[in-house]
């Protein structure tokens, strides 16, 4: 069973930075996509980042691009998020997603996703 595990959630304001973690298990890490997705109060689920398997190729949404980094250790199966300039338009519940291929690019749902973890940006 996939697991995916998320931390490093909290109050964070505006201008700060903030780095979300994700544990996963129960599958083979090292092949799968990963990614984080967010949904704000009232908002469809966004897709914020995604990132390959072998970590070489990092993806962002418009929205977060240049402030957000995405990065994996495949020893560790571990998946972050590095946060920066965050504003309060980045207030959302994160959650750590995964798949087998880059599943945004077919505006699709990932297949497995985790309970996720709360970021309010507020002054």
Partial sequence: EVQLVESGGGVVQPGGSLRLSCAGSGFTFSTWWLGWARQAPGKEMEWVSGISP??????????????????????NNTVSLQMTRVTPEDTAKYYCVADFHPWWRNDAAPRSR???TQVTVSS
């Avoid at 418009?62 to 990065?71: E, L, N, T, Y």
């Fill in 54 to 75: 072998g970590a070489s190729t990092p993806h962002y949404s418009d929205v977060v691009k240049g402030r957000f980094i995405i990065s994996r250790n495949n020893a």
């Fill in 114 to 116: 985790g309970q996720g």
